[in-house]
Each structure stands twice: as C-alpha cells, then as structure tokens.
C-alpha cells in the first residue's frame, strides 16, 4: 500500500488502521523531482481502546512521519526542505484519519487545539457542569 489513494482492506478498517496509505504524504526529493512518501502504518496486534495500545500506536505514527519526511525508506531521496512542518503535517494527518479518541488524546497532549484544528483534528469538548 504505497500509493496515494487510500486504499483499506476490511482488516484494517476494523484494525482502526491502515491510516497512513496518504497520511505520511512527506514531500522529499530524488535529483530534481519531488516524490510523495507514503507509508502504511498498522494496528497489528493492538487494541486501540486500550492507553498503553494506542500510545504504542501514536509511537508507530511518529515514526512514519519521521521517515517519511527525512528519507522515505529510500537512499536516494533527500529530506523535506523543512522537515518540522513536513513531520507535524504527516503526524496531524495520521491522528486525524485515525479518528480514535485516545489516540487524539494523546496528541492533544503534546499539541494546542489550533495545531489540532489547522490539520483537521476533531476535537470533542465537554463543558464541565
């Protein structure tokens, strides 16, 4: 699954996962070209409605993003021209399409509500009564 339509077998749906099909689209380059890295991320083995699954889970999306914007895998690709921006876009990307509340929270708990809605993070709040 390295292209950049998203494309989930019915496992990975139901693994809450196969997020990352477009999600680490970290834009590098080969010579003179710019190459969109896409990298599969799984759920294998996980239970996402558990916090040490899903924080196991948000460490798996980091580390695509991370690899996705520096050298995709691939020896001849350099990394992104600003890697911070290309990293934080992947990772927003992913817990956005992830749509799993624990792994937004854990999210939310190393960024602001703006960094979560400039990537189109949905974020729930209840008002305390």
Known sequence: MYTKIALMSARSILGAAAVACTLFAGAVAAKDHTVIVALH????????????????????????????????????LE????????????LGGAVRSARMPMVTQIYLARHT???????????????AK
Do not use: M
Not at 60 to 68: D, K, V
Not at 79 to 90: G, I, Q, T
Not at 116 to 127: D, H, L, R, S, T
């Open 41 to 76: 991320v799984g759920t294998q083995g996980l239970d996402l409605s558990q916090p040490a699954d899903a924080r196991t889970f948000y460490t798996r999306l980091e580390n695509a993003a991370w690899i996705a914007c520096t050298h995709g895998n691939r020896a001849d």
């Open 113 to 127: 509500l703006q960094q979560a809605a400039a990537y189109g993070i949905e974020v729930v709040q209840v008002a």
């Open 79 to 90: 990394p992104s021209d600003n890697l911070r921006v290309c990293y934080e876009k992947a």
